[in-house]
């Protein structure tokens, strides 16, 4: 099925189509949204970027608050994300599961999976899981290509993701929010990530375009 550009500029793209699941579960008007972009960055300086939780709320849109749960190796780790509360809505939490893994051409993928709320998460979240909406993550994936351009070394970015944020907003609101949120996401990133400091930090496992 073909993309929609919803926005677009030189370096960055948002775009969407309605999304396709396994049968056995209703896409119920959800749609899988596509952000590409280009960015000056080491691949270690994005990995480690993105598990900076300390750091999430500055960039991720909406982002109110993000710990580790665990910390399975280098690569995999476990983590939570709040969400501040939109009015009429309860505020949001991601539980996520993330594994990347480098493949022969350089390029690193990353899968981000849905987590099973963990018995410590209360205790982590210093509230109860009630009061939050779990966003369902029925797919989200990273997909990095490292390049030179003009004697710099760039990652071309793709994500692709299929959620539903529950509650009770309009199909073709929650829509919006979501396209809306993952431009301005993307942006901040796109921003923020080559003056990162993790810019001089590497991961023993990956391997760097040179």
């Known amino acids: 099925m073909p993309w ?10 948002v775009s969407y189509r309605d999304a396709q699941l396994p049968t056995q579960q209703s896409a119920a008007g959800l749609i899988e949204i596509q952000a590409k972009l280009s960015v000056e960055s080491s691949l270690a300086g994005f990995l480690l970027f993105l598990q900076d939780v300390d750091n999430t709320p500055n960039w991720l849109k909406g982002a109110q608050e993000s710990k580790i749960l665990t910390h399975a190796s ?4 476990s983590f939570f994300v709040t969400f ?5 809505l309860k505020p949001r939490l991601l539980l996520l599961h993330s594994r990347f893994w480098q493949n022969d051409d350089l390029s690193v993928d990353m899968s981000v999976t849905q987590l099973a ?6 205790t ?6 009630d009061d939050f909406f779990i966003v369902t993550i029925h797919h ?3 997909k990095l290509t490292p390049k030179l351009q003009g004697g710099s070394l760039r990652i071309a ?18 829509n919006h929010m979501a396209l809306k949120s993952i431009w301005k ?4 990133l796109q921003q923020q990530l080559p003056h990162s400091h993790w810019q001089s930090k590497k991961i023993s496992n990956i391997k760097e375009l040179k």
């Open 157 to 174: 970015i793709e994500y692709t993701v299929i959620a539903d944020g529950g509650g009770n907003a309009p199909t073709w609101l929650a």
């Open 140 to 142: 989200a994936h990273w």
């Open 4 to 13: 929609t550009v919803w926005e677009d500029n030189r370096h960055l793209s």
């Open 84 to 88: 501040s509360k939109i009015w009429p």
């Open 124 to 129: 982590a979240l210093d509230e109860s899981i």
């Open 74 to 77: 280098a690569s995999e780790q």
């Open 185 to 188: 996401s993307m942006h901040a």
């Open 117 to 122: 709320p963990p018995e410590n998460l209360t």
